[in-house]
């Protein structure tokens, strides 16, 4: 397969359009689960409310729930420091609070 080549102001432009377009989504660096003081993985319940709000696999969601144990989304102190180290700055602590009500 022949290597396609473009010229830096191309791909300049495609990433910056490719940036635009992702602002605001999780870029799965794990920030936000490593200053958790409760410990509690931050990125598995975005992905948890992702499964349900933007998948529609609320059965997926609740088994991958169920196994880490209930009592995880409920230790949420709403603290915010999982938002504050997002790079993105998506309101996890309502996305947590919304795993927790919808998944409990």
Known sequence: M???????????????????????????????????????????????????????ERDVASAAYEKLGKERAHLCMQCGACQAACPESIGLPGVISSVRIELA
């Open 2 to 56: 022949p290597t396609l080549r473009l010229p830096r102001a191309e791909l300049d432009r495609i990433e910056e359009k490719v940036l635009a377009e992702t602002r605001g989504s999780c870029r799965h660096c794990g920030a936000c689960t490593r200053v958790c003081p409760q410990g509690i993985n931050v990125a598995d319940m975005l992905r948890y409310h992702a499964y349900v709000h933007n998948y529609g």
